[in-house]
């Protein structure tokens, strides 16, 4: 499928505009036309949001950027096999795991899907499902070769690693954002776009949560992902998304767009691009109403950095708003 690429900028974008940097004007009044440069996104606070668990939970655990090398084992290697032992050991153990994109460590080549295999060997011995996504380091092709089951449950006709995952308390809904391998900004495509808005649609009474490689910015300032102002045209109106999970940034953070979608920014589970970074995978608990956050760091260094952070759902099941 043929995609236009305009020039990326830095990762350092989004992360001012998470944090409010500048001036944000009024919001206008449907959430679904509020313009792109105008929106001021709110920092969440764990525990900030009036939000009291019930019921029982189901627990899945998120990866990002495990940056899998298939030349030798190094850092991102035992990072990603500590980050297995945890979830295996856990009191309530996930029932699935999600990584959002970047398997690979640089440019997907097909020794490190290999390596990528191997080691995630033991959640499937587990039992556990595990479900990915593609990054600008991975290799679409590479990917699908090492791993035919991948293709096989990917959505059929737009030829992305795209799927529906139900859950208990929500389905998750995993997009692809792999352009050019190694370059450019990511695209999730005219295709994928169609295919999401029919999916949303198609459930419209259950939470939806959604999970993406690239940093999605919807104050506009950010390109790193070079349609993510049409995904938010798509996810605003619809009041059955409830949150956005992705990676690219390796740096942890939690911001709320002004329609109250979450927008969580995983940590990276290879390595750290930033000084306040760290590696880490997350425990999502997923309730009825909401989920609850548990934000593992690995290193030692960084463990007092955990944290539990309460995500409350927006309300409204159905329609657009």
């Not at 390796?250 to 990276?268: E, F, K, M, Q, S």
């Amino acid at each position: 499928m043929p995609v236009t690429f305009e020039p990326s900028s830095s990762r350092r974008s989004f992360l001012r505009a998470a944090v409010g940097v500048g001036a944000a004007a009024a919001l206008a009044p449907v959430c679904g036309c509020v313009p792109a440069g105008r929106v001021r996104l709110t920092p969440t606070s764990p525990g900030a949001l009036p939000f009291q668990p019930t019921g029982e939970p189901e627990h899945v655990a998120l990866l990002s950027d495990v940056h899998v090398s298939g030349r030798g084992r190094g850092n991102m290697a035992e990072y990603l096999d500590e980050a297995i032992a945890q979830v295996l050991s856990r009191p309530q153990r996930p029932g699935r795991v999600l990584v959002a994109g970047d398997c690979a460590h640089l440019r997907g080549k097909a020794e490190d899907y290999e390596a990528y295999v191997r080691q995630m060997r033991p959640f499937e011995d587990a039992g556990l499902a595990t479900h990915v996504t593609l990054g600008n380091h991975d290799h679409r092709d590479n990917f699908w070769s090492a791993l035919p089951a991948a293709h096989a449950n990917a959505s059929a006709g737009i030829e992305r690693q795209a799927m529906v995952v139900p859950g208990v308390h929500a389905d998750w809904f995993l997009l692809d954002s792999l352009g050019q391998t190694n370059r450019g900004p990511g695209v999730i495509g005219d295709n994928q776009l169609g295919w999401l808005e029919a999916e949303l649609d198609a459930r419209p009474q259950r939470p939806a949560l959604v999970v993406v490689h690239h940093d999605v910015d919807p104050t506009g300032k950010d390109r790193s992902l070079s349609d993510g102002a049409r995904l938010f045209d798509i996810l605003r109106p619809r009041r059955n998304v409830k949150a956005v999970f992705f990676g690219h940034t390796h740096v942890y953070r939690v911001v709320t767009d002004p329609c109250g979608i979450h927008l969580v920014n995983l940590p990276a589970l290879g390595y750290t691009l930033w000084m306040r970074s760290f590696v880490g995978w997350a425990d999502c608990r997923v309730y009825a109403d909401g989920a609850v956050l548990d934000v593992r760091p690995l290193r030692r260094k960084d463990r007092k950095r955990a944290e539990t952070r309460k995500l409350r759902w927006r309300t409204g099941a159905t329609g657009l708003t």
